[in-house]
């Protein structure tokens, strides 16, 4: 799990533990989705909402352009934007970045398998392709 914390020079905006998933959009416009075990990090973020999932659900909190640091299972996002900025639960995600995610997934699955002991390589290619074009299937 991840502890995600969202600071402002004045105040912290949020402290949440446990946390499974964070995803949020890079000064380069590209979306960072951040699990567990992420490799240490250290970006500029554009301004827009931070997304987040823990066990009781999705949320998320909008921010202005930033810096978000990944390190030891800590996610520290330093930004300037008032606690008025909150988003809704609800807010829509895009439906690219959600293929995205399914896509990486299947690879994430794909590459564990093939570690497994007595894996079969063809098998394992043979599920890989079927998930994957089912992915492609959805554009």
Same mark, same amino acid.
């Given at each position: 799990m991840l502890d995600l914390? =969202?600071?402002t020079p004045e105040k912290t905006l949020l402290q949440v533990d446990d946390v499974r998933k964070v995803r949020l959009r890079l000064a380069d416009g590209a979306w %960072?989705? =951040?699990l567990p075990?992420? /490799?240490p990090l250290l970006a500029e973020t554009a301004s827009g909402v931070v997304q987040y999932v823990t066990d009781g659900g999705e949320a998320a909190l909008a921010i202005s352009p930033g810096v978000v640091r990944v390190s030891k299972g800590r996610v520290? =996002? %330093?930004t300037e934007q008032p606690e #008025?900025? /909150? &988003? $809704?639960d609800d807010v $829509? &995600? #895009?439906a690219e970045a959600l293929r995205f995610e399914r896509l990486a997934e299947v690879l994430v699955t794909t590459l564990h398998a093939?570690? #497994?002991p007595g894996a079969a390589r063809d098998e394992v290619g043979d599920v890989a392709r079927g998930a %994957?074009?089912?992915v492609a299937e959805e554009v």
């Open positions: 914390t =969202i600071l %960072l989705s =951040i075990r992420h /490799a520290l =996002i %330093l #008025e900025a /909150a &988003v $809704p $829509p &995600v #895009e093939q570690r #497994e %994957l074009h089912d």
